[in-house]
């Protein structure tokens, strides 16, 4: 049984002193590929080299959230390593961007306007290079649309819709251009009650699996704001974790494991096509 992570964060601070480790028990659980996205120019040589050293793949972005301290010079910067490293096959999507209406200050002018502005010159550039893109979708399901409906004449759109959140109808509007869509710790939680029959209504052709790590944990990890005020921390969220939350999907599915590690590596290398070859 084998799983790919379609996203996860192994730059982060939280793996620093063990990375290795994280990587090793996560092969071990039968993770055998992550892919790792960027989130600002700081980061991009280092989940390149992250993803050639963990063999691996990786991803170059501008996450909405680091949009407020971006320039046009980082745009630029990011063309520039698009068009260094093309023909690396384990660079596999222009990611993570996309729209972010959680934070409150984004959805206010200016920075609303320029979320959409270096959203719209990242697809131009996904478009350009001819790659997926790996989609950061917080409350802003429509408006990632309506761009992408804008660009997608011609040729349809690959990619995945990270941790997605959206309404049934919306979950099938990506679905129409291309899309798979990312599901991960949020639906372990019971209350979570929109997500798991998203998971389990969905054609399973739909799913990828992410652990979105060290971000999202899944219930199993999570301190209630109780036990954190009484000195209690999260337990830090793993690449490793990702058959687990699968298993709650083949649950709520009433579908075997296997069934659902067989569709979810098909799924993520019908959205990122140089996974597929890396894998092959």
């Not at 869509?181 to 389990?200: D, P, V």
């Not at 709650?248 to 296997?258: D, H, K």
Request: hydrophobic share 45%; with cysteine; proline share 5%.
């Amino acid at each position: 049984m084998q799983w790919i992570d379609s996203h996860c964060h192994l730059d982060a601070f939280d793996f620093s002193g063990d990375l290795a480790k994280v990587r090793a028990e996560a092969a071990t659980n039968g993770v055998v590929h992550c892919v790792i996205p960027a989130v600002e120019v700081a980061n991009f040589d280092t989940v390149r080299l992250l993803a050639h050293q963990m063999q691996d793949s990786y991803c170059l972005g501008i996450h909405p959230l680091y949009v407020p301290n971006a320039s046009e010079d980082d745009l630029a910067t990011l063309e520039a390593h698009l068009a260094l490293y093309r023909d690396d096959p384990r660079l596999v999507a222009v990611g993570e961007i996309g729209l972010d209406y959680f934070v409150p200050q984004l959805t206010l002018s200016p920075l609303r306007e320029k979320q959409e502005h270096f959203y719209r010159a990242q697809l131009k550039l996904a478009r350009k290079y001819e790659l997926p893109v790996m989609l950061h979708v917080r409350r802003s399901a429509d408006m990632l649309l309506k761009h992408l409906r804008d660009f997608a004449v011609g040729t349809p759109w690959h990619g995945i819709a990270h941790a997605f959140n959206g309404s049934a109808v919306q979950a099938h509007e990506f679905l129409k251009l291309g899309f798979k869509l990312g599901f991960g710790g949020a639906l372990t939680f019971e209350r979570a009650l929109q997500l798991r029959a998203l998971a389990t209504s969905l054609p399973l052709s739909a799913l990828v699996m992410e652990t979105d790590a060290p971000d999202i944990p899944p219930h199993w990890l999570y301190a209630t704001a109780e036990q954190r005020a009484q000195g209690a921390a999260h337990g830090r969220n793993t690449p490793g974790e990702l058959p687990r939350i699968a298993a709650e999907v083949a649950q709520l599915r009433g579908i075997s494991l296997l069934e659902l590690a067989i569709a979810a590596r098909a799924n993520t290398c019908q959205a990122l096509p140089k996974v597929a070859a890396l894998l092959a």
